[in-house]
C-alpha cells in the first residue's frame, strides 16, 4: 500500500526523466487492472510536490498490457454504495487528468481496454507502438461500461484548442505559397475580416456555453450546405445522360479501349 511519506506505492513506479514525472502502472499480473487502490495511488501521485512541479506529467505502464480496465474483484459481491465510491473515484481520476495544468502524455505500448482506455484518453496527447490496441467495452461481464465512451469524444473548446495552430499553420504556409500571386481586393476584404474574427473570437470564447457552440458550428455547416446548393449552376447535360456527350463521343472512336467498333 502507500505509504504515507508518498514515496513508496505497491502498484505504481515512480520515475523522474528531467523535469518530466512518469507514472508506471506496475501491476502485470493483473494486466494493469484498475483496483480501487491503484485509483487511490494514482490521485496520490498525481498530487504530490513532484508531479505539481514537473513540466509534463508521462502515464505508462508495465508489461505487456497498458491497462485491462476496472479490476472485476473489486465488484464480486459488492453493494450499490461500494459501487458507486469506486465509479466516483475513477470519474475523479480522469476529470483530475484533464485539469492538471501540465500536458499530460499516455504512453501505451499495449492493449487498452474499458477504463483503461479511458485512462489512457482522459490524458492530452496518447503515443502508441505498433502493440497498442483501444477498445470498449472490456469484459464479458454482462454489462457494459459507458463511462469510457465519453473519453472517445472532446469538447468544442478542445477541438478548437487542437485545431486551431493546424489551421494557422495551413494558413501560413497558404501565404507563402502564393505570395507572389495576391489580389490586393481580396487582400483589403479579407485582412479585416480576419483581424474582426480573431478578436471577436478571443473575446467571447470563453464566455460561450459548449452547448450554443455546438449549435453555432451547426448552423455554419448547415449555411455552407444551403449556399452551395444555392449556388449552383443547372446541368446541361441530356437528361438521362449520366456522363459528358464528349466523353460518350471519346468512347465511341475507334481505337479507344472499351470503345464502339
Partial sequence: MLREDSVSYTFLKIEKTGDFQEIVLNHPVKRNA???????ELLAALATKESKNALGII???????????????????????????????????????????QPVLAKVQGPAIA????????????????????R?????????????????????????????????????????AYRKTWDPVNMRILVPGALIGILLGTATFRFLDESLIRLLIGALAVGFVLQHW????????????????????????????????
Fill in 34 to 40: 484498475l483496483s480501487l487502490e491503484m485509483i487511490s
Fill in 59 to 101: 502515464i505508462s505502464a508495465a508489461g505487456p498490457v497498458f491497462s485491462s480496465g476496472h479490476d472485476f474483484s473489486d465488484m464480486i459481491g459488492q453493494d450499490l454504495d461500494t459501487m458507486r465510491d469506486l465509479m466516483h473515484a475513477c470519474a475523479h481520476l480522469m476529470q483530475t487528468l484533464q485539469s492538471l495544468p
Fill in 136 to 176: 470498449t467495452p472490456g469484459g464479458s461481464a454482462g454489462w457494459f461500461c459507458f463511462t469510457p465512451m465519453v473519453a472517445l469524444t472532446t469538447t468544442p473548446t478542445q477541438a478548437a484548442a487542437i485545431l486551431l495552430p493546424i489551421l494557422c499553420v495551413m494558413d501560413i504556409v497558404g501565404v507563402i
Fill in 230 to 261: 444555392l449556388e449552383r449552376e443547372p446541368s446541361s447535360e441530356p437528361a438521362g445522360s449520366s456522363v459528358p456527350a464528349f466523353s460518350l463521343a471519346n468512347l465511341a472512336r475507334p481505337g479507344v479501349r472499351g470503345g464502339a467498333t
Fill in 115 to 134: 477504463a483503461g482506455c479511458q485512462l489512457a484518453l482522459s490524458c492530452d496527447l496518447v503515443v502508441a507502438s505498433e502493440n497498442a490496441l483501444f
